[in-house]
């Protein structure tokens, strides 16, 4: 079983480097982060980010500096900006494991590990070049190890507990900010009354309180400490009030999908084990007198508050959802350990409805094609440029997804526990892997930033964006882009000026672009099924 651990850091950072140099960066969300990095590097000093010459402080360092540091060491490429994610995608997997394992059995951590490397939600954040994995990291770490401090005595835990916990706040407070404080919190507040004295242990928690949030501070408050010296005030208001506070407090505008979609996209970061959920939870107990019961309730509170709060916040982003994966995992697993401890206990039933659920998925991505055109675009699944088109290739996309989840459906139903749970695994590693390749020749047209910025590199010039966020050209140009309107890049192309112009392919018919490529200043050098790059001579 210890193996398992490994397996599941391999299956993840395998996973992703399968994929991460033949994928476009995903803009606008991803590309602004590797954008970032280059751009501070280059600029510096590399602490303080800039983006297109702008401070940029929607999210604290500790992303930026990870795809730095890869870039020093390894070269700039969607590829090695996308390499800390997959390490932390791991590390997620085997921490979380290995402390099921101290606190429940070595089993029971091993399939901890299994399951988690092998959800949808894990398998997309570990190949994206985003901070999201980051404090995930840091919020389920410090998830476990408050279940830790609930359930094991002081006299049995290890004395650098509070190191540790410390050291994963302060690694969520340099990803995200506070919100990878609050998360974890909530939950232990919320479980701590059903599963300890708190009379008997008031004093035990404040003093590892204090050493754990002392940590914590010494490490990430120098980064705050010279940003604020830097920049005043203005830092904090936008970084902690807005980012943090204004950000899940209502006070920023239109930031966010439904709580339902927010629930369900939980769902769907939980396949392909999403089925087992409710034998899961079911299987939960009186936490008094038991670790093993006091850790099953503990996670469900754990993920039902993380629900909560982000349900109830008014910036509720489908990515999200990733926090509530982890607590998640670690309950099923343990729904796992008990199967294989006696299959007799009814764990058939469990997976004959995990089956169902995946033929249900399977069944959804065979019809999908027939919605082309209607509920269904495929901008939706790449969030490509405007008009990305509706291609035929939505077709192999959802075949091959079909198949699998197909193939997983008839596996839950027929094998046996051990086969099944293999299964399951094999069948989170190939969809997301399938899907991806699948989709990289049509993400390359959505998304054709690298090449677009490959030539301009051949003639550096200032370059215009019509409309569009796409902070991925500024990485791969290695120039300042600034983004116009469609009157004002009407002025640009009537005046004199030189330079590159990204714009719509149907601008090639427009009179102030016509009269230039018929004079000869100006030149369409690549173009996308909806997209042209313009020279400007």
């Known amino acids: 079983m210890s193996r398992l651990y490994w397996l599941a850091a391999l299956i993840v950072i395998a996973g992703a480097l399968a994929t991460a140099s033949r994928l476009p960066l995903f803009d606008p969300d991803e590309g602004y982060y590797p954008a970032t990095a280059a751009e501070s590097l280059d600029r510096g000093p ?17 992303a930026y500096a990870l795809i730095e540091g890869a870039f020093v060491l390894f070269g700039r490429s969607p590829a090695v900006a996308r390499l800390p994610s997959a390490i932390e995608g791991a590390a997620l997997a085997v921490l979380c494991g290995l402390i099921l394992s101290r606190l429940v059995s070595r089993q029971a951590g091993a399939l901890t590990s299994l399951v988690l490397a092998t959800t949808l939600g894990v398998q997309i954040f570990a190949r994206a070049a985003h901070p999201e994995i980051a404090v995930v990291l840091s919020i389920a770490i410090t ?87 830097a920049h005043g005030v203005e830092f904090l208001r936008i970084a902690i009030w807005a980012q943090n506070i204004g950000r899940y407090a209502g006070q920023m505008a239109d930031h966010g999908q439904s709580a339902g979609v927010f629930a369900l996209a939980a769902a769907a970061g939980l396949l392909p084990w999403v089925g087992l959920l409710p034998a899961a939870v079911a299987r939960v107990r009186n936490p008094r007198g038991s670790t093993r019961e006091a850790v099953r309730f503990v996670l469900v509170v754990m993920a039902a508050s993380s629900l909560a709060f982000y349900s109830a916040s008014a910036s509720k982003l489908a990515s999200y959802s990733l926090a509530l994966i982890p607590p998640l995992a670690a309950l099923i697993a343990l729904y796992l350990d008990d199967v294989l401890i006696d299959v007799r206990r009814g764990g058939a039933p469990a997976f004959r409805w995990a089956g169902a659920v995946l033929g ?72 997301p892997l399938a899907a991806l390749l699948v989709m990289a020749p049509i993400l390359g047209d959505a998304y054709p930033w690298q090449r677009f910025g490959a030539r301009i590199t051949r003639e550096p010039d200032r370059v215009w964006l019509q ?71």
């Open 143 to 229: 998830e476990m190890l408050l279940i830790m401090w609930l359930v094991i005595p002081r006299s049995q835990r290890s004395r650098w507990w509070p190191v540790w916990a410390g050291v994963s706040l302060a690694y969520g407070l340099l990803a995200k900010g506070p919100v990878a404080v609050v998360v974890p919190l909530l939950g232990t507040l919320i479980a701590a009354p059903f599963v300890i004295d708190l009379r008997a242990r008031w004093r035990e928690a404040a003093g590892d309180a204090a050493i754990a949030g002392g940590i914590a501070l010494a490490l990430a408050a120098p980064w705050y400490i010279a940003m604020t010296l």
């Open 46 to 62: 590399w602490w303080d980010l800039r983006f297109n010459g702008d401070a940029r402080w929607e999210k604290p360092i500790l």
């Open 467 to 537: 409309m569009y966020r796409a902070p991925s050209l500024t990485f791969f140009s290695g120039q300042t882009v600034t983004i116009v309107t469609e009157d004002e890049l009407r002025d640009l192309l009537t005046g004199a000026g030189s330079g590159w112009v990204v714009l719509g392919a149907d601008w090639a018919e427009q009179p102030a672009l016509a009269a230039r490529l018929a004079g000869g200043t100006a030149a369409v050098v690549d173009r996308s099924p909806r997209l042209i790059l313009v020279k400007l001579h």
């Open 360 to 431: 249900v998925v399977a069944t959804s991505m065979a019809i999908l094609p027939l919605l082309h055109g209607t509920a269904f675009r495929m901008r939706d699944l790449t969030g490509g440029v405007p008009g990305a088109p509706n291609s035929a290739a939505i077709g192999w996309l959802v075949a091959s997804l079909a198949i699998i989840f197909a193939a997983g459906a008839i596996a839950a139903f027929v094998l046996s526990a051990r086969a099944r749970i293999a299964a399951l695994a094999l069948t989170g590693m190939a969809a």
